[in-house]
């Protein structure tokens, strides 16, 4: 009951708001089709019949919610996977270049936090640029890289992973160059005493300090690679994905397809910053780290 009161009830509370803003939304946004309608037919319309017509439209522009969950259980549930009118399929493409780019982007991260901390000159010449480097929007970026990879032969997963690379790797940078740092002087001095060179500091004091810091920054990088490899398969009018299951519902008008491939990549969001969590309390316990809320 406890659990119940503190943590599922104030969630229930803004989902039900949330769905009850959404059909407010729903009669507002799909009533003037119904009232031109009746209009042309020489008809009035009741409100509650009005209502009613707006949940059952055919090409909404807001579909309710439960044209958008049926659509959800009939391309995820009732096709095979391998189907591509099956969102499963095409969340499979999407993962691929989101773990592929969250890769990339989680080492090379990680390789320029380490060179930052024991280089001063990277440090002053290389983290504005990092910095910088998100200034530019990747909704720019993404068709040049799409563009010049193409130009010279390279096309399908690693484009969008390049991308993915782009928007995960600046977290990693951050929140390792804070781990990295985060020991405290009378602790390097420490190992300065005892002789440690900048690799044994590193790997025995840098390191262990910086992994909070880095699963911390993962959650954020690993849905921001989902965000690049969704908007890698924009530009290029692509056929497999979540990204193009988006085109092919904005082409004909099918908005419930579109909120199904949201409502599929938000679930695939939440499943893999799942997954970091678990691989940080596996990790963390591994290091001898205490449980949350053991004494």
Excluded: C
């Amino acid at each position: 009951m406890i659990w119940l009161r503190d943590k599922a009830f104030p969630v229930l509370t803004i989902v039900a708001a949330l769905i009850a803003l959404w059909l407010v939304f729903v009669v507002v946004l799909n009533a003037p089709f119904e009232r031109s309608q009746a209009a042309s037919a020489g008809s009035e319309i009741g409100f509650s019949e009005l209502v009613k017509k707006t949940f059952t439209q055919e090409r909404p522009v807001l579909p309710s919610p439960h044209q958008v969950l049926a659509e959800w259980w009939k391309t995820t549930f009732e096709m095979k996977p391998t189907s591509k009118r099956s969102l499963v399929y095409h969340a499979w493409i999407t993962i691929s270049a989101t773990l592929a780019g969250f890769g990339m982007g989680t080492a090379l991260g990680v390789a320029l936090a380490v060179g930052i901390v024991h280089n001063r000159a990277m440090d002053r010449s290389l983290m504005p640029w990092v910095i910088a480097s998100q200034t530019i929007p990747v909704l720019a970026i993404a068709p040049m890289i799409i563009v010049v990879l193409n130009a010279i032969g390279i096309s399908g997963l690693l484009p969008k992973a390049l991308i993915s690379t782009y928007l995960s790797f600046f977290p990693v940078v951050v929140g390792m160059v804070k781990g990295l740092r985060s020991p405290e002087q009378i602790q390097l001095d420490l190992m300065h005493t005892y002789n440690a060179s900048s690799l044994q500091t590193l790997v025995k004091l840098r390191w262990p300090a910086s992994v909070p810091y880095l699963f911390a920054s993962l959650k954020v990088a690993i849905a921001a690679a989902l965000v690049g490899a969704i908007v890698g398969e924009l530009p290029t009018g692509a056929v497999e994905g979540l990204g193009a299951r988006l085109l092919s519902g904005s082409y004909y008008g099918q908005t419930a397809q579109i909120w199904a491939a949201l409502f599929m990549a938000s679930a695939v969001a939440a499943g893999l910053v799942a997954l970091v969590g678990l691989l940080e309390r596996l990790t963390m316990k591994a290091m001898g780290a205490k449980p949350e809320g053991a004494r």
